[in-house]
């Protein structure tokens, strides 16, 4: 089995079995294993700005995630997913710190399961406001 491999790039930069890869990964999380009745696929993956950042083994996506402009002074992480397989092995943390040290200056947000929280913490995230509902499961927004 080869080394885990961490990987950036915007959507036009990606070839098809990369962004089949990428999208994969997110329906196999948000839809099949949370049950989420929304669409994943919300145009934001598209914009000038996103970037994706990945985990792969082997061409094997392990770990995604979208980060996108809020604002001039804002970024937000978004579809942070980890394979079932792969998760508790500091994979998605290693995209989290390289999603901070992108953002630099600016705000850094992130919705994350309030059973997540502490794990965020780690990275020098804070509560930025109170529990909220989101596809039956109770999230908090959190900011770096």
Not at 8 to 26: F, K, N
């Amino acid at each position: 089995m080869g080394k885990v491999s961490y990987r950036y790039a915007h959507i036009e930069d990606l070839d098809a079995p990369t962004i089949y890869a990428l999208l994969r990964l997110r329906q196999e999380v948000f839809i099949v294993e949370w049950g989420s009745s929304h669409l994943d696929i919300d145009g934001r993956d598209t914009e000038p700005s996103s970037v994706h950042l990945w985990a792969e083994r082997d061409g094997d996506v392990l770990a995604a995630v979208r980060v996108v402009q809020e604002s001039d002074d804002t970024l937000r992480i978004e579809r942070l997913a980890t394979r079932f397989g792969a998760r508790g092995r500091g994979i998605a943390g290693r995209l989290l710190d390289y999603a901070v040290k992108m953002a630099g200056e600016r705000r850094l947000l992130i919705d994350v399961p309030t059973a997540l929280e502490p794990w965020a913490e780690r990275f020098g995230f804070v509560r930025a406001g109170d529990p909220f509902i989101a596809e039956g499961v109770q999230q908090v927004t959190m900011t770096h």
